[in-house]
């Protein structure tokens, strides 16, 4: 049936792409090679670092977050390597499948998916490690499937604090455009993003940020790697080309995507996240019910994970709302499948969306009969409005 009105895709990644990154993209294809490509090649390279507040190379890839993932691992690694990395949530769990797959050993700290890494933990783990076998911590900056973020500055902290040379690899695939992220500042040495989610791209493109102390490792890491490899990546990359055909039209796009976030200003933006994210976590408790993450300093920006009442199946909530309002959720993956339903506030997103959205969710709890008070999407206009 013919569903009127705009649909709201409201799942934590991809998020809805604005009409001017759309109009970026629908150009001709372009020579990859032409002497004209430069010209993109260097301002999406250059621009992209003010996104990660480096002045370190970033590769972008054309692929998904997976694969930035997958190279992170294999430019800085050895077989049998091991890894620190801290189950934050099922990203965090996919991550370490993954480096599994690679033949690396991650030694794990587990969590109750509902914050973000415990720095002190870590600290603790490097600590016993005094052959200093362990060669990256692995950190997840905004667990996706959670709704909580890891303090990066502190995980660095530990580190130091723990006299360890591990590099530190962190994902902020989901993080970066909508949570502060400073990749030189905290001392992180491969940060991973992606273009769909606070970079309000289509899904296709996806980034490594590199620092010194990562290329050192690069030099040294025996993991077979030749798609991923940094090393042709960023020699192409300072004449403004790449190796391989890039995602060209994903590039123009992905020029008009640095230019918004700077017109409406880094700090702004993060700002916008922070308080869509609160005013969701009013609507949520006065609905009565509970937000996945527990820890106040760890509250996404990005996403609220909530959690239904024992006994209601939050799947057959977010189909009533699709069916009814026409809003896409984000379902609960794996641990928490049926348990949360996962709110996306993020990338182009205003106010009135998000009350939108809200209204969607609160129709559907009475639809699906889930137990609950009414006035959750009053009290986010109560608190949009006395923050406005
Ligand atoms: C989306 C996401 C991924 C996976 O990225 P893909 O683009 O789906 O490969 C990994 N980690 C986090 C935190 C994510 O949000």
Known sequence: ??????????????????DRILQAIAMPVVDHRGPGFADLGHRVLSGIKTIFKTVQPV???????????EAALVNTLSPGDKLLMVETGHFAYLWQQLALKLGLEPQLISTDWRGGADPALIEEALRQDSSHSIKAVCVVHNETSTGSTSQIAK??????????????????????????????EWGVDVAISGSQKGLMLPPGLSFNAVSEKALAANAKATLPNAYWQWRDMIEANQRGYFPYTPATNLLFGLAEAIDMLHEEGLDNVFARHKRHAAATRAAVESWGLEVQCTVDEEFSPVLTAVRVPDGTDADALRSVILEHCNTSLGNGLSKVQGKVFRIGHLGDFNDVMLLGTLAAIEMGLHLAQVPHQGGGTQAALDYLKSTS
Do not use: C, K, N
């Open 155 to 184: 995980v660095r902290e530990a580190i130091d604090a723990a006299g360890h040379p591990a590099l530190l690899l962190v994902d902020t695939i989901s993080g970066l455009g909508s949570a502060d992220f400073r990749f030189d």
């Open 1 to 18: 049936m013919r569903q009127p009105g705009r649909h709201f895709l409201q799942i934590p990644g991809p998020s809805a792409v604005p």
């Open 59 to 69: 590769v972008i890839y054309p692929a998904s977050g997976t694969g930035a993932w």
